[in-house]
Structure formats: structure tokens, C-alpha cells
């Protein structure tokens, strides 16, 4: 057997591990053929995808770098930078479903690197977001229901600011570096090295990060990375928000995810991440498949709604709903 053989064998293996366990048949919806031609991995998508995230976010840095005395343009530059930071948790996602290039290794490598830059541990994150895939919006299943929730305004202003995924971070960061995982069903035995040594090494990295900036008496760590990421932050939970809030929590992945219809820029940093109830239904395709597996699926989805503004005020009419 090749290695190319191989390459193959594994990523199928891995993209099998996060199909839901029950629900609706994804068979009866696409045909053989159909899923199949929206299957095929190409490295050239990736690579221009992840050029064009890197140069926007290279652009808007150094914007934000060279006019901090300019406000009318270092706010916007620091807003744009900050979430192309925030948002390389979108590619991060998708090297974690080893569906970005061809070889699962060049994934992994993209993932922990991505990973890096918007505060994740793919090395973790890979078993968690399996089970949130296995076991979407069932309860005290889905990892993701552990989450704080928006029954009220002041948890959804909360939820909004970042601070809780700060805090759940650098919890779980410093939990996994000491190698306790008490509270993570989803990691077994076997992994739990693996996601030890992840840690630390990444931990490692900005230990480094803040040692040159404080050797060079530069803010560079806080300017360039801590700060932006901060202000990042509330626009990607904006959107992530939109995934799964209101939807039924059963198993049925027609009903339990939303696709939010939205402008090309936000597709763009978010990797087609707004096609979630597609990426649901089928993890195997590839993010740069997604909008023509859309076209396809969209009228067999219950939740398929037109922008974050829109979907965010319905979360919070439904929210003084249940309050009176």
C-alpha cells in the first residue's frame, strides 16, 4: 500500500469519526455521485484561501501598526485585524476535519499553527469537536451545551464580550499543560499525552512572544496579538453564536444547526463556516465545496437565515420571550 494510500485510508477514517451517531440519513438526501463530486480534496483552494487570509491580515496589521496616531484609520485597521486573528479559528476548524489539502499531516500542522494564532489547542480541540459533530445539540452529550447560554440579555451581552471564552481558555490551557482532564469525556486515555505536550509547547510560544517583547521593551505581544485578538473576539462570537442558538435540541441535524445567509467578506474569514448546516449534515466537504453544497441542500434545512443582525435579534426577541 502507497503512502498516498494511506494518506487516503486515514482521512477517511477520521471524517467517518465525526459523522452523527443517529438522525436523519444523510444518504437518502445526496446521491453517491453527488457527495462524491463534492468530496474531491484539492491543495489550491486551501493555499489561496489561507494567502488571502494571511494577506488581510498582514494589510490591516500594518495599517493598525503605522497609524496608531491616525484613529480614522487605525480603529478600522485594529477592528479588521483583530478579527482576521479571531477568525483563524475558522481554518483551524477546517484543518482539524483534514479536509483543507490532501495529506491529513499538513493538516494537523495548519491546525496547531492556526490554532496558535486565535488561542485554541487543535490537539484538543480535534476530540471535541468530534463529539460536538457526534453528538450535536443532544444534551449531556454535546460538549458545546456546556457552554454559557443566552436565556437573558445580560448573559447574552456576557456571552458577546469574549470574557467567558477568555476565561474557559486559559482554564482549560493551563488544566491541559498539567495534564488534568477530569471534566473532558471526550479526550481518551490514549490522547491525553499528546494534548499535555500540545499545550506546553504552545504555551511555550508565548511565553516566548512576551519575553522578546519585554527584552526589547516593545508592547509588541499586547499590540500586535493580545489586544486585537480582544477586540476580535465579540465579532466571531457574534457569529458562532448563530450556529446552533434556537435550534431544536434532539439529534436531527436538519433542525439543530443554522445556515446564515451573509456577505462575501464574512464567508471569506470565516471559510464558509456560515454554510454550517451543510458542514453539519456532511463533514466531508471541503469548506471551498460548500456553497455549491448549499444550492443543493438548502430546502431541506429548517433554520436558513438572512444575516447575523437578523438571527441575533430573533435570539434576543426569543430571550424577552421566555422572560415575561
Not at 47 to 60: C, D, F, K, N, T
Request: aromatic share 12%.
Amino acid at each position: 500500500m502507497s503512502n498516498s494510500d494511506l494518506s487516503v485510508m486515514n482521512t477517511t477514517q477520521e471524517l467517518e469519526s465525526f459523522a452523527p451517531v443517529s438522525g436523519a440519513n444523510p444518504k437518502v438526501i445526496l446521491s453517491v455521485e453527488e457527495l462524491n463530486a463534492l468530496n474531491v480534496r484539492s491543495n489550491r483552494p486551501g493555499w489561496l484561501q489561507l494567502a488571502g487570509h494571511l494577506a488581510v491580515m498582514g494589510v490591516s496589521g500594518y495599517l493598525w501598526g503605522t497609524n496608531r496616531d491616525h484613529l480614522s484609520i487605525a480603529l478600522p485597521a485594529l477592528v479588521v485585524y483583530g478579527f482576521s486573528i479571531a477568525s483563524m479559528f475558522a481554518p483551524m476548524h477546517e484543518f482539524v476535519h483534514r479536509t483543507v489539502f490532501t495529506h491529513y499531516r499538513l493538516n494537523d500542522l495548519m491546525a496547531w499553527l492556526t490554532g496558535l494564532l486565535s488561542f485554541y489547542n487543535s490537539t484538543f480541540y480535534r476530540r471535541y469537536h468530534k463529539w460536538h459533530h457526534r453528538y450535536t445539540r443532544v444534551p449531556n452529550k454535546d460538549p458545546e451545551l456546556t457552554d454559557l447560554e443566552p436565556t437573558n440579555l445580560r448573559n447574552y451581552l456576557l456571552i458577546i464580550s469574549g470574557l467567558p471564552w477568555w476565561i474557559g481558555k486559559l482554564q482549560g490551557h493551563f488544566s491541559m499543560a498539567f495534564g488534568q482532564f477530569q471534566d473532558c469525556p471526550f479526550i481518551p486515555e490514549a490522547a491525553q499525552k499528546e494534548i499535555t505536550r500540545s499545550t506546553r509547547l504552545q504555551l511555550a510560544v508565548y511565553g516566548i512572544a512576551i519575553a522578546v517583547s519585554l527584552i526589547f521593551k516593545q508592547p509588541w505581544f499586547f499590540v500586535y496579538w493580545l489586544l486585537p485578538l480582544a477586540v476580535g473576539q465579540p465579532i466571531l462570537r457574534f457569529i458562532l453564536l448563530a450556529e446552533h442558538t434556537e435550534c431544536s435540541r434532539d439529534n436531527n441535524f436538519l433542525t439543530n444547526t443554522r445556515t446564515t445567509l451573509t456577505g462575501w467578506p464574512i464567508r471569506f474569514l470565516m471559510w464558509n463556516m456560515p454554510y454550517h448546516a451543510e458542514h453539519h449534515l456532511y463533514p466531508s466537504i471541503p469548506f471551498h465545496a460548500l456553497p455549491l453544497a448549499h444550492q443543493k441542500l438548502s430546502d431541506r434545512f429548517t433554520h436558513v437565515d438572512g444575516g447575523y443582525m437578523k438571527v441575533n435579534r430573533n435570539i434576543i426577541t426569543a430571550m424577552k420571550r421566555v422572560a415575561v
